[in-house]
């Protein structure tokens, strides 16, 4: 079992930066690729980033290139979602999700394990 806890989350004017963090427990996350997930009210989940599980590879929604840089510390336990340049649209919950393979990445149910999420809310 892993464990996921996000946190890193706040309110931020747009044109801002967050750095969000997703902390494991249970288990060394180094063998599990993580994506991010976010959900605004009225809206489905959505994919945001992913990442390898060495952080050799990522990946990001179109709309998260360039400004959205995912990485992870081994050492911690931990991927980072570095969120710059923000939007009002980036506003939702923000979820952190572990898989065994790095397959079906944008794949809602292809995760084994969610984190509880973190509110995001950029002011314009």
């Known amino acids: 079992q892993v464990q996921l806890v996000e946190s890193g989350g706040g309110l931020v004017q747009a044109g801002g930066s967050l750095r969000l963090s997703c902390a494991a427990s249970?288990?060394?996350?180094?063998?599990?690729?993580v994506g991010w997930f976010r959900q605004a009210p009225g809206k489905d989940r959505e994919f945001v980033a992913a990442?390898?599980?060495?952080?050799?590879?990522?990946y990001y929604r179109e709309s998260a290139k360039g400004r959205f840089t995912c990485s992870r510390d081994s050492a911690k336990n931990t991927v980072y979602l570095q969120m710059t340049s923000l939007k009002p649209e980036d506003t939702a919950v923000y979820y952190c999700?572990?898989?065994?393979?790095?397959?079906?990445?944008?794949?809602?149910?292809?995760?084994?394990?969610w984190g509880q999420g973190t509110q995001v809310t950029v002011s314009s």
């Open positions: 999700a572990a898989k065994k393979y790095y397959r079906d990445i944008e794949t809602i149910g292809a995760y084994d394990y």
């Open positions: 249970g288990r060394t996350l180094s063998s599990y690729a």
């Open positions: 990442i390898t599980w060495n952080g050799g590879s990522t």
